[in-house]
Structure formats: C-alpha cells, structure tokens
C-alpha cells in the first residue's frame, strides 16, 4: 500500500513516523528515569511542633500527640488550678498523662511552658528518681 504513494510523500511520512517513534521513546525513558532524576528529598524529620501549655486554647493543645478532647480539657482544668506547668513532671498530675505519655509528648513536640518561652524540660530518667 505504501508503494502507491509517491517517493515524496514516503519520504514525509517515513520521517512523521520516525519522529513519533523518537518523541515516543524519549517520554518512555523520561518516564523511567523520573525517579532518578527527581531532586532528593529533604529525609530530615519536621521541626517540632510549638505548643505553650501557659496560654494556647483547647484546639491547639489537641494537636499534641495522644491529646483529644478529653485530656484538652484535663490540661485546662490543670492549669486553671496550679498555673501552667513549670517541668514535664507536673503534667503526671494530669488526668491520662502517666510518664510513658509525658516522655512521648516531649520528645515529639516542642512543649512551651512558660510566658518567657522556656522548654519544658523532659522526665528524669528511672535511675535519677
């Protein structure tokens, strides 16, 4: 059936079709190298998240890890009556808050306790209690 066609119109369809073939080879190996070719990821862990237990409301102290509702409230009701905590040892007198919580919630966040600003410091080890 090609032969039909004049010797131009080979020629323009031949080089149509190789172009096709080219551009389509070239999206294919794209394609398979996209990963390699893709800029390197930041694999550093996020920054910690900012809470002050002195002032932020309910909805942010929710954000912490293992804190819905509930223990939201608890840390309320806590600081409404002894103050904002001064040392990761005052959130055990929190309802839900044992010392494996406390330990996780400090080490995953960066707990503000205070007006100025001051890092709740983290639990004792067992050894030093």
């Known amino acids: 059936m090609d032969h039909a066609l004049a010797p ?4 323009r369809r031949h080089a149509a079709t190789t172009l096709f073939h080219a551009l389509l080879g070239a999206l294919l190996l794209r394609a398979a190298l996209a990963p390699a070719l893709a800029p390197a990821r930041d694999m550093r862990p996020p920054p910690p998240l900012a809470v002050d237990l002195a002032l932020d409301p309910a909805f942010r102290l929710r954000l912490l890890p293992g804190v819905g509702p509930a223990r939201a409230q608890a ?12 040392a990761s ?3 055990l007198r929190v309802p839900g808050f044992g010392p ?5 919630l400090v080490a995953a966040t960066e707990v ?3 007006l100025a600003g001051r890092p709740l410091e983290a639990l004792p080890e067992a ?3």
Do not use: F, K, N, Q
């Open 8 to 11: 131009e119109a080979r020629l």
């Open 75 to 86: 840390l309320l009701d806590d600081r409404r009556l002894h103050g904002a905590p001064r």
């Open 89 to 91: 040892s005052d959130l």
């Open 100 to 104: 494996l919580r406390v330990a996780a």
């Open 112 to 114: 503000r306790a205070l």
């Open 127 to 129: 050894s030093e209690r």
